[in-house]
């Protein structure tokens, strides 16, 4: 396996696979890797000659005061699951050669990324789309997997890739989760034991959802309420709850087969996201 920390080098080694007809799958990660980004590594193995995973906690998409310093990384364990994965490359840059110092140029979605997480952390997909618009330029991929946990994140690079006319085709993988339903993340590390028990109340809320519509329930208003109550019984503030349209992210007034309801809410100090289609 190799590994790239300069972009340029990556470009090229890129560049020359594909004037050999190589196709590439991308798998763009901030690393600390856990089951669901393994999951996105086999995904691209099977659309793909050869998989590059990209390490990056990129600090454009990060907040003021979000966890950019403290998210958590272990390069030496994502190499060895990446190697274990069968990756032909990993590509560890740093901010300093992934951002000239004076770099001027944003990528940003006006629509979908205008809402939901959007609103709460702004700027946050401007820096998602801006960094994975140049991972898209160094790695050359003709597919990139991005996980459904980041139902929103995947919408939005979708649209980019549509609207900029990128030649890479956009796959998203099903979220993976615990024994006990909630869904894998790098965050989950930031939580307590009783928080831990307490984030079981999303997915908990989710399989509401999908129980109520089971029954014949279409009431956005009524299982949103629900999936709210079931949120707070477990501890959790709720931040969003929303049923939406899966491509256009538009509220629905009436949930119909294959709406998303999707989730954000605070456990103590971690904000947690969590979806499944209807
Ligand atoms: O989903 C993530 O881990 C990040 O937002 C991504 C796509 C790697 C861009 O930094």
């Known amino acids: 396996m190799l590994t790239f920390n300069s972009p340029e080098k990556l470009q090229k080694w890129a560049l020359a696979r594909r004037a050999e007809g190589k196709r590439i799958g991308l798998v763009p990660t901030m690393g600390y890797l856990h089951e669901g980004h393994l999951s996105l590594i086999r995904k691209a193995r099977k659309h793909a000659d050869l998989v590059v995973v990209s390490v990056f906690v990129n600090p454009i998409q990060f ?7 403290k998210y958590p990384r272990d390069e ?23 951002y000239a110092s004076d770099a001027s140029t944003r990528i940003r979605e006006t629509v979908l990324a205008d809402r939901l997480c959007g609103l709460r952390r702004p700027g946050h997909f401007e820096g998602v789309c801006t960094v994975v618009a140049k991972l898209f330029n160094l790695a050359q991929p003709t597919v990139a997997v991005f996980g459904q946990k980041d139902f929103q994140q995947a919408a939005v690079i979708k649209r980019m890739v549509r609207d900029l006319n990128f030649p890479v085709k956009i796959l998203v993988a099903p979220i993976v989760r615990e024994k006990d339903g909630l869904a894998k993340s790098s965050r989950n590390t930031y939580l307590s034991t009783e928080e831990r028990r307490n984030a079981l109340g ?35 503030v709720v931040d969003y ?38």
């Open 63 to 69: 907040g003021p005061n979000e966890d950019y310093a």
């Open 76 to 98: 030496k364990a994502d190499l060895a699951k990446c190697e274990a994965e069968g990756a032909a490359a990993v590509f560890l840059p740093t901010p300093a050669t992934m």
């Open 202 to 236: 999303l997915s908990r809320a989710l399989a509401l959802a999908k129980q109520l519509v089971a029954k014949g329930e279409t009431s956005a208003k009524r299982i949103g309420a629900k999936m709210r109550s079931e949120l707070e019984r477990n501890g959790l």
């Open 241 to 278: 709850v929303e049923l939406l349209d899966a491509a256009t992210l538009d509220p629905v007034a009436k949930v119909v087969k294959g709406n998303v309801a999707l989730i954000a809410a605070f456990d103590g100090k971690t904000r947690l996201i969590d979806n499944t289609l209807l």
